[in-house]
């Protein structure tokens, strides 16, 4: 169809954008503008506004911004010229005739999809026959419902090389027509043309309506590929769409989502097509996936159109940190206010699937509430695991700061991330400076150990409840109480006592997979090692386990009496006694309640 700019600007002066809006929209005038709750995210407080004079409208809470005919296709699911009929219909304005070209393009378009429908209807029946039982029972060992085979509409495959070409070419499609849609394979050689997809469970792609316009097929057996896509076709592009889209798109405008009943839908990317379905069965109908490929630029553009913080889930293996490592670079050129993302990584071993089978949905959507910030995952990338103990390293991570910093390409975006990591990388620096003060001495003898003694213990502590997580129920709120430990290895602590509460009797090896997950690997692995096991045998996974809580008491006791005379030389070296006999009378009695719990201990502090 010919569209010229004159004819959108007179359709876009005929149909106020709020007449639009407002039937999807409750709104309210407010002086010469419109507000309501936003339609492409869920919000309490209005932050969305229609301006008719402007014709446009705006939301300042996700940056959706656009004209009439923008939110048409945004909304509905229409291509731009399914919009500008639609509003041309309501305008009434008839639509410039369509070029030949374009008609012949259309109608090549409508016909390939039909053939694409016609293929999911043989896909289905052949589930449901004799030969789809095999499928049947992989989908069942899956944990996927009737109802959400259903609603996926799943199929499929039966392993011949002919079987759908001939019911699609017996219902009067071409066989060009089949190539060209992706469901047959033509051999270089001029050979017979065969099914693409044989002996494979079928999962069918739809477009942004729902339209089914491509296919992912899974085989059952040791074929290879696993996993198998139709080509690029004129309809189907793997790069710029997402697997279950259209769904996505309903729940996030929709809602509720989620096994708590809260709306509208997190959008969660996940990496492959069992994972959305098991997904959206959990309840969470926000989930996607990539068509095979990794995410791209596109992809990451149509996320921000369904929710300004995407949540990307990785699975918890080398290969899921590098497809993380992949969606950060992709998205660091285009962090803008307002569009960003957050990172879930899962278990060990583990993929969203197996996860929300196994542990459940509550536990998937707290995964999902402590998700990483970009922000978060970028300082990790920077810093790493490194040590802030030299001006070398500071150095090091001053230029990654830098060359992170670079790549994006909106200024303000630049500025506060660069703010934010230099001011992370100064109160490094100048934590380890205080660090090291408290070690020098002070107006007073005292025997404890250095810093790093104290640091120590706290680990050896942490170390015995995660390897010993029958220590955590008598322990572990008392720890919390007690303030015992650096932010770091309170948070650690933190989230070991939920994880016990959600199930007491974790195994340790399970313990420390769910706290890598949250984020504390480098921590787990710094504080689960010989190095403390050889000064506090007791937090060691394989000392006896009868012995291990006398050992643990001993060494709180040990840690207490330490910070207490830390804390009673922080006193002296502030000085204020000497001026103030209150303040001198209330130190006095901290040193006894000091020399008490030394009288009560036989045994002196290790070195």
């Known amino acids: 169809m010919t569209i010229t700019p004159q004819f959108l600007d007179e359709l876009r002066s005929r149909v106020p954008v709020s007449d639009v809006v407002g039937k999807r929209v409750k709104l309210a005038k407010k002086g010469r503008e419109f507000s309501g709750l936003c339609p492409f995210h869920s919000e309490k407080t209005p932050s969305f506004t229609v301006n008719d004079d402007k014709a446009f409208y705006h939301c300042f809470g996700c940056s959706a911004h656009g004209d009439v005919i923008r939110f048409v296709t945004e909304t509905e699911g229409l291509t731009f010229p399914e919009a500008v009929g639609k509003l041309a219909g309501m305008a009434g304005l008839t639509v410039p005739e369509a070029t030949p070209q374009e008609r012949r393009r259309a109608e090549r378009a409508r016909t390939l999809q039909e053939a694409c429908e016609a293929a999911l209807r043989f896909f289905r029946q052949r589930l449901d026959g004799p030969d789809g039982a095999a499928a049947l029972a992989y989908l069942r060992r899956r944990g996927v419902k009737p109802e959400t085979i259903d609603a996926f509409r799943l199929g499929w495959a039966p392993d011949g090389r002919s079987a759908l070409k001939q019911a699609l070419t017996g219902e009067g499609f071409s066989e060009d027509m089949l190539v060209e849609a992706g469901l047959l394979i033509r051999p270089e050689d001029g050979g017979e043309s065969y099914d693409r997809f044989r002996g494979r469970a079928i999962f069918p792609i739809a477009d942004r309506r729902g339209r089914v316009i491509a296919f992912g097929g899974r085989a059952l057996g040791d074929a290879q590929p696993k996993y198998l896509n139709s080509p690029e076709t ?46 959206h069965q959990a309840g969470f109908g926000g989930a996607v996936a990539p068509l095979g490929t990794a995410l791209t630029e596109s992809q990451i553009e149509e996320l921000w159109r369904l929710a300004p913080e995407p949540v990307l889930c990785f699975d918890g293996d080398e290969a899921g940190r590098r497809a993380a490592g992949r969606a950060l670079d992709r998205l660091l050129p285009r962090l803008v206010p307002g569009k960003t993302a957050r990172f879930v990584f899962l278990p060990e071993g583990e993929d969203p699937d197996s996860f929300v089978n196994l542990s459940g949905p509550e536990a998937f959507g707290r995964l999902i509430e402590r998700a990483t910030s970009v922000s978060e995952a970028l300082w990790r990338r920077v810093a790493g695991s490194q040590t802030i103990d030299s001006p070398e390293f500071a150095l090091i991570v001053r230029k990654n700061i830098d060359e992170t910093v670079a790549q994006m390409a909106e200024r303000d975006t630049q500025f506060y991330y660069r703010a934010f990591f230099n001011k992370r990388l100064r109160s490094l620096i100048w934590e380890r400076r205080d660090r090291t003060r408290k070690t020098k001495p002070v107006e007073m003898k005292s025997d404890v150990g250095p810093e790093e003694n104290i640091s120590n213990r706290q680990k050896a502590l942490l170390a015995a409840l995660i390897n010993h997580p029958q220590l955590i129920g008598g322990y572990g709120e008392r720890l919390v109480e007690a303030e015992l430990f650096s932010t770091g290895l309170a948070e650690l602590l933190t989230d070991a006592i939920d994880l016990h509460g959600q199930s007491e009797d974790m195994e340790a090896d399970a313990l420390k997979e769910r706290l890598r997950s949250r984020g504390h690997d480098v921590m787990v692995e710094n504080i689960c090692s010989r190095t403390i096991y050889a000064v506090a045998p007791f937090a060691d996974p394989a000392f006896d386990r009868d012995s291990v809580e006398p050992g643990f008491a001993d060494a709180l006791r040990q840690l207490e009496r330490s910070l207490a005379k830390v804390e009673l030389q922080q006193r002296l070296k502030r000085g204020l006694y000497r001026d103030d006999p209150a303040e001198y009378a209330r130190l006095t009695e901290f040193a006894s309640d000091i020399a008490r719990q030394a009288a009560g201990s036989d045994e002196a502090d290790p070195a």
């Open 234 to 279: 004129p309809l189907f592009n793997k790069g710029q769409l997402l697997y279950s889209l259209d769904k996505a798109r309903q729940a996030v405008r929709e809602g509720p989502d989620g096994p708590d009943g809260k709306g509208g839908a997190d959008v969660i990317v996940t990496e492959g097509y069992t994972d959305v379905i098991a997904l």
